[in-house]
Structures are given as C-alpha cells and as structure tokens.
C-alpha cells in the first residue's frame, strides 16, 4: 500500500510541476475562505483522488479541493486526508517549499502518511509505526534527534505575524531556528534536522495529518497545548487547535 500510495503522490508531483514549470505566472483564485488556490491545486486533486478511488474504491476520501459535508463523512472510521499542494504561498513564490500530502486515518489516528516535494524530488512516508526518507530512489529509515541548542522549525508565510510564537520562543531560552514552508516543518522533526515545531496560528486537518504520521512513526509527539494528541474523528470544523511537534 505505501509504495503505491508514495507513486501516487509523484504523480500528482508531476501535474504540479506542469504549472510550476511554466513561463506564465501563475494564475491564483480565492477560496471562500480567502486562501489561495491555483491549476496545480486542482490538478493534484483530480490525480490523487482518481488514484485512491482505483487503490481503495471502499475508503472515502476527503482532500482540501472538495471536502465532503459534514452530514456525509460524520461516521467515518476509515478515510484517506490529503492536501495536493501543501503550501500554496510557497508555491506561487516558485521557492520550491510545497508538497503533497496523503494520510489514511484509522479511528482518528493518521497510521499511514506520504508527503512529498516535487521541486526538492524529496519523499517522506510512515506506516505501521517506521518512517522514511527518499531521495535519489534511495530510502533510508529516519528517526528523531537531539541536540544541544535544539533547532526550532517555524512557518515560512505565517511566523512574521505570530505574535504568540514570538513570546514563546523568547520564553524557551538559548535555541536556533529554521523557517521552512508546507509540511516540511513535521519532516526535518522526523529526520533529526529540528527539535521543536510549535504552532499557534491556523492551519487544517489536511495541513497536518500526513507530517503527523511521519512524525510519530520517527519518534516525534504531536500535542495541542493542553498536552492532547491531534485528533482526526470527524467533526464539523476542519480546524486543528494550536500544537506542538517535539522530541521531548
């Protein structure tokens, strides 16, 4: 399953980067929440879920282009969670910094996860509790890191205004920090390359749940502020809590 899932995801990679890749600027539409969204977006979309519907045609799916109401996925126990192009900002800045996101969530837990950047040509997956990194058709098994000061990860687009974020990492004393778009933020966690992701400002369950699976399966915890791991049951708002992504 993971390999076909992880093939998927190139694909969908490569109908991103048929927009990426062109001379024309890139055409940018709002959604009724005002977030960006592009050809690419909508392209991935049809890749991904034409894909998951042929792999797995009696698991839902619920992507970020076209979420199902709310009265027809509040029973679900088994559904696929993705956001084609993760990082749509970065994206259109053409600074490489997006990926695909496909997770399986099984009782509200991602157990599967696949994130993949198509400029980078860099692939992260988990499943049944390991976690890897490809690059160059090699895989390699990653596992989480410390080190001394730790190295936090922050949003590229989001961590400017964070005022929340500011306080906290003033409060937490000597440390280094990375800023890096999209679902990365989980990765460089999962691969040893971060210690800390805090997060404050929004995002979604599809934003998350595939760099939560790495993460996890790498040794990583994954907690809102009140110290509860992130929860995908269904529920009518597709808004995470704040979070952290730690070591520790």
Not at 31 to 49: G, M, R, W, Y
Not at 153 to 177: C, F, P, W
């Amino acid at each position: 399953m993971l390999d076909a899932i992880c093939q998927l995801a190139r694909e969908a990679g490569e109908a991103i980067m048929q927009v990426y890749d062109g001379n024309s600027p890139i055409d940018v539409n709002r959604k009724t929440d005002d977030s960006p969204v592009t050809a690419a977006d909508i392209a991935a979309h049809k890749v991904i879920v034409k894909g998951l519907q042929a792999l797995t045609p009696d698991i839902p799916v619920l992507s970020e282009e076209d979420p199902p109401a709310w009265e027809v996925r509040q029973h679900w126990q088994r559904y696929w969670l993705v956001d084609p192009l993760d990082g749509t900002k970065e994206f259109i800045k053409r600074n490489g910094e997006f990926t695909v996101n496909i997770a399986l969530i099984e009782e509200g837990k991602p157990v599967l996860g696949v994130v993949y950047a198509p400029v980078l040509k860099v692939m992260y997956s988990a499943a049944e509790g390991k976690a890897w990194k490809e690059e160059n058709n090699i895989r390699n098994p990653i596992q989480v890191r410390e080190a001394r000061p730790p190295r936090v990860v922050i949003s590229r687009s989001h961590a400017a205004n964070d005022t929340e974020l500011k306080e906290y990492l003033e409060q937490m004393g000597e440390h280094q920090t990375t800023a890096i778009g999209s679902s990365l933020k989980f990765c460089l966690v999962a691969e040893g390359e971060a210690q800390l992701y805090p997060r404050f400002g929004p995002t979604s369950i599809w934003d998350t749940a595939a760099g939560h699976a790495i993460a996890v399966a790498a040794g990583a915890h994954v907690h809102d502020w009140q110290g509860k791991t992130l929860d995908y049951t269904p529920r009518e708002s597709f808004l995470n809590p704040g979070f952290r992504v730690s070591i520790f």
